[in-house]
Nanobody, 113 residues
């Protein structure tokens, strides 16, 4: 069974940082490009980052320069380092597999003073 489990969310003040993790199981993680996406309350899902199986990364303009995606294929885990967080980053964050056919359950990130 394909499983993705995102974790690491929480409450952070504006300007703060968080590191999300996504643990994968049930498939050959190292062979897949992986995605991060988020969904703010009342809005549709927003793609925010790709990390290819070789580690190349791509980012949405809204997070470029502040967020960094990485992965450890030996641990079947990927990460999203989020710096300089602002209120607009408040959302449920998801990890997903290439093709968007498998999603994690999401982790809530709330940026508030």
């Amino acid at each position: 069974e394909v499983q993705l489990q995102a974790s690491g969310g929480g409450l952070v003040q504006p300007g703060g940082s968080l590191r999300l993790s996504c643990a994968a199981s049930g498939f050959a993680f190292g062979n897949y490009d992986m995605y991060w996406a988020r969904q703010a309350s009342g809005k549709g899902p927003e793609w925010i980052a790709d990390i290819n199986n070789d580690g190349r990364t791509y980012y949405a303009d809204s997070v470029k320069g502040r967020f960094t995606a990485s992965r450890d294929n030996a641990k079947n885990t990927m990460y999203l380092q989020m710096n300089s967080l602002n209120i607009d980053d408040t959302a449920v964050y998801y990890c997903a597999r290439d093709g968007w056919d498998a999603w994690g359950q999401g982790t809530q990130v709330t940026v508030s003073s």
